[in-house]
């Protein structure tokens, strides 16, 4: 076996794949641009170590299922001028994650609640956050399911462990009384624990209707604003932007 064989076996065996993939030509270029072993050896590490990073921040991304991949840079601002660009800004620094605050995300359909609410989410995964989307639907689905087959505390245990939870689209459906006590349950576990993303189209008023019970909305709607940085967005829908452009 030649020294080359040798070394591709004994990385593979590591699973260094990166190191793997480069190995030969940074050795060539070592040789002739005079590289010390030991600013070889930095070089092969540095581009291993850059590959886990990508490859932890890819599987953060998928973990935390986000329907669609958004992100902050593609967001037009100037188009929702309503919309405090600083504040957003500095949201996405993720400081909010530290304190914790919550993001209300308020306002009609197409005016980029789920864009915004997942390009924090993104930045999340980025910083090595654990973060995850759903959509109100899907949530309260799986916590009425959790309940029925027993589990419901092993999964309200779970969701508290999250850095990040977003929860998407809350008040298009609306929920039976079950439900939205087990929603309060939710939200009473990660107060004062850790940060909720919320985008709705209906503004508080009508939150008692989503959950059918005005004393449930006003507990949950107490505990999500105590720390939370809420957005009323009026602006025009990006969607029909798209409609009257084609
Ligand atoms: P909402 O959740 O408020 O209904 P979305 O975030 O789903 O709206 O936005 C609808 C579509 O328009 C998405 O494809 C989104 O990426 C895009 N969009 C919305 N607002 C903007 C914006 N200001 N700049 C760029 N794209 C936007
Ligand atoms: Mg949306």
């Known amino acids: ?46 581009q291993q170590v850059v590959s886990k990073i990508d490859r932890s921040i890819n599987r953060s991304i998928q973990l935390a299922c986000f329907p669609i991949i958004k992100r902050l840079e593609e967001f037009d601002f100037s188009y929702q001028p309503q919309i405090d660009e600083k504040l957003i800004r500095e949201l996405s620094t993720l400081n909010f994650l530290d304190e914790p605050k919550n993001i209300l995300l308020l306002g009609p359909p197409g005016v980029g609640k789920t864009h915004l609410a997942i390009a924090i989410g993104i930045k999340g995964c980025q910083a090595r956050k654990r973060v995850r989307f759903y959509t109100a639907e899907q949530l309260t ?44 349950q939710l939200i009473s576990k990660r107060y004062e624990q850790g940060s909720v993303i919320i985008t709705s189209n209906k503004p508080f008023e009508e939150w008692g209707q989503i959950f059918q019970d005005d004393v449930v909305a006003a507990a949950i709607l107490d505990r999500l604003l105590h720390h939370c940085h809420t957005f009323f967005i009026q602006g025009k829908s990006y969607r029909m932007k798209q409609i009257f452009k084609n």
């Open 141 to 184: 689905q799986d916590l009425a399911a959790s309940e029925i087959s027993g589990n419901l505390q092993k999964i309200l245990v779970s969701l508290s462990r999250i850095d990040l939870l977003i929860i998407d689209e809350l008040g298009y459906l609306e929920l039976s009384k079950k439900t939205a006590t087990l929603f309060f």
């Open 1 to 46: 076996m030649t020294t080359f064989e040798q070394i591709d076996t004994h990385l593979k065996m590591l699973s260094l794949h990166q190191m793997r993939e480069i190995y030969r030509n940074e050795a060539e270029n070592a040789a002739k641009t005079k590289l010390s072993y030991q600013e070889f050896l930095l070089r092969l590490l540095e």
